[in-house]
């Protein structure tokens, strides 16, 4: 019978990566911003105001900070990933949406 190989199990809690915290409050910050800004459109019926401009384009800068803030958690080792991935894809999916709407309101 061939030797099994024994797996190790590490009951020790790890603390989480303190750049996925900020990673993870900053994509919360640009859904919510997201939200006002699309809230705002729809309530002035497509005549946008300046200040739903600098919002799109603040969600745009912050999308890319939280992206950034993840990847500085990822490079901290023996850390727990979970908010770094959460806000990491979160961030993503935000930035993805503001590109594709500046590109449908630029043709």
Same mark, same amino acid.
């Given at each position: 019978?061939?030797?099994?190989?024994?797996?190790?199990?590490?009951?020790?809690?790890?603390?989480?990566?303190?750049?996925?915290?900020?990673?993870?409050?900053?994509?919360?910050?640009?859904?919510?911003?997201?939200?006002?800004?699309?809230?705002?459109?729809?309530?002035?019926?497509?005549?946008?105001?300046? @200040? $739903?401009?600098?919002?799109? /384009?603040?969600?745009?800068?912050?999308?890319? !900070? &939280?992206? %950034?803030?993840?990847?500085?958690?990822?490079k901290e080792e023996e850390k727990d990933q979970l908010?770094?991935?959460?806000?990491?894809? @979160? $961030?993503?999916?935000?930035? /993805?949406?503001?590109?594709?709407?500046?590109? !449908? &309101?630029? %043709?």
């Amino acid at each position: 019978m061939p030797d099994k190989e024994l797996k190790k199990y590490s009951y020790i809690k790890k603390p989480f990566a303190r750049n996925g915290w900020y990673a993870f409050f900053t994509a919360l910050m640009v859904l919510i911003l997201t939200v006002l800004t699309i809230y705002m459109s729809v309530r002035m019926q497509g005549e946008s105001t300046m @200040l $739903s401009g600098a919002l799109g /384009l603040s969600c745009l800068l912050f999308s890319g !900070m &939280g992206i %950034l803030f993840s990847w500085l958690s990822h490079k901290e080792e023996e850390k727990d990933q979970l908010f770094a991935n959460i806000g990491l894809g @979160l $961030s993503l999916l935000i930035l /993805l949406f503001w590109i594709v709407l500046t590109i !449908m &309101g630029l %043709l």
